[in-house]
């Protein structure tokens, strides 16, 4: 027999409701033959609030030489706001964009409706972009045949769902590959594999092809190990408006605090810093660097309780166990729940499971384990299991 007790994990990114944190965007790149009286702009994104996102800007600056630039600001047809500097000389330079952020994890009680037409101000949303090819066979097969019901809300949760399942997150050396590239809808469809933009690539093919608005967001996260880039979705509901969700962390009609929010955009390949110069002049930059976050503070979410028993479970075959999860806010929410795997030894038939409730209402979600152990009749095997949510 196994005995095993669940212990609360110290920090996983689903479980985090509040942040406050200091980040630092940087970059870095070089500019050769320009000439005297001519220049080279340089754009990237910069923080900007948002109904879940207060900013308070400590440094936006470019040096280059011994010289310092201060930007000016701009914004793009989305609205998003980027930096914008100036540069009149040759050599190295180095950017950095630092503020202190709060992030608030929105869970609006949504209403569910049939889907049906949209304001005109967000049809570009609806439609097909260079990554998201959402009028595709491939994509309209899919879509048609994984998404049957006309409820916004199930749609949405099983496109996140489905997504977060079907893709397998690339890791070693799939992942510098996948990082470094943006991969359209339809390669992770064909290839079952990626990184956060083919997750949400995908995703929103689903969803435009379904008829929902669907932007791309993108910003800065933490996966459990490390902060880094990341990508996730917003899908427009017709009396809420933008709702974030992100097939990559499970987690539809909302994001954990997280998410760092520095734009969004009909296509992903939007998002991409650039400069403008003049002929005959060479500029190289880097801005996908990873971002430095130093956390202030964290909350976690109290919008759900996990209540367990510990358990013993019989070797060598398939164990259930059973976890209680209670709605504690005033309206509809699908709670998604992960198993942190603590041991090879251990087989599960799924780690990432979620359930819908009611306001105030439980609910029982049930995973299967097989611990793949041969114990003589005196021994006992001892651990733990944690699970997040």
């Not at 509040?18 to 990237?44: P, Y």
């Not at 608030?104 to 101000?121: C, F, Q």
């Not at 809420?240 to 734009?263: N, Q, Y």
């Not at 976050?293 to 075959?317: G, M, R, S």
Request: charged letters at 20%; aromatic letters at 12%; glycine letters at 6%.
């Amino acid at each position: 027999l196994l005995g095993f007790s669940f212990a609360a994990e110290t920090f996983y990114p689903t479980t985090i409701g509040d942040l406050e944190a200091e980040v630092k965007l940087h970059g870095t790149g070089t500019i050769s033959n320009l000439k005297i009286g001519s220049n080279v702009t340089f754009e990237t994104l910069t923080f900007q609030e948002s109904e879940y996102q207060k900013i308070e800007i400590i440094k936006e600056v470019l040096t280059i030489n011994e010289t310092t630039i201060y930007p000016e600001h701009i914004f793009d047809e989305f609205g998003n706001k980027y930096v914008k500097f100036t540069i009149e000389e040759n050599g190295a330079f180095e950017y950095e964009l630092i503020a202190n952020v709060k992030t608030t994890a929105l869970l609006k009680e949504l209403s569910d409706y049939e889907i049906n037409g949209y304001p005109e101000s967000v049809e570009i949303f609806s439609k097909e972009s260079p990554t998201v090819e959402s009028s595709s066979n491939e994509i309209l097969t899919v879509t048609s045949n994984k998404l049957t019901s006309t409820s916004f809300l199930t749609s949405l949760n099983e496109t996140i769902f489905w997504v977060n399942e079907y893709v397998e997150y690339a890791s070693g050396k799939d992942f510098q590959i996948y990082y470094l590239l943006q991969k359209s809808a339809i390669d992770p469809l064909l290839s079952k594999k990626g990184v956060c933009d083919e997750f949400a690539n995908l995703a929103a093919a689903m969803l435009r092809a379904k008829g929902i608005p669907t932007r791309l967001a993108i910003g800065v996260t933490f996966d459990g190990k490390e902060w880094g880039n990341h990508a996730w979705l917003e899908v427009y509901h017709n009396q809420s408006g933008w709702i974030p969700s992100d097939p990559t962390f499970r987690e539809p009609g909302f994001v954990d605090a997280t998410h760092i929010k520095l734009g969004s955009f009909n296509d992903v390949s939007k998002s991409l810093a650039k400069a403008v110069y003049p002929q005959g002049t060479d500029v190289l930059f880097q801005a996908q660097t990873l971002p430095q976050i130093k956390i202030i503070e964290k909350k976690y979410f109290k919008h759900a309780n996990l209540v367990w028993e510990p358990k013993q479970l019989k070797t060598e075959q398939w164990n259930e166990i059973s976890i209680e999860i209670t709605n504690n806010t005033s309206g509809y929410l699908t709670i998604p729940v992960k198993i942190k795997e603590n041991y090879d030894e251990l087989l599960f038939d799924t780690k990432t499971k979620s359930i819908s409730l009611k306001s105030g209402k439980s609910g029982i979600i049930t995973f299967k384990i097989y611990p793949n152990i041969a114990l003589k009749s005196s021994e006992i095997a001892t651990g733990s299991l944690t699970f997040n949510s």
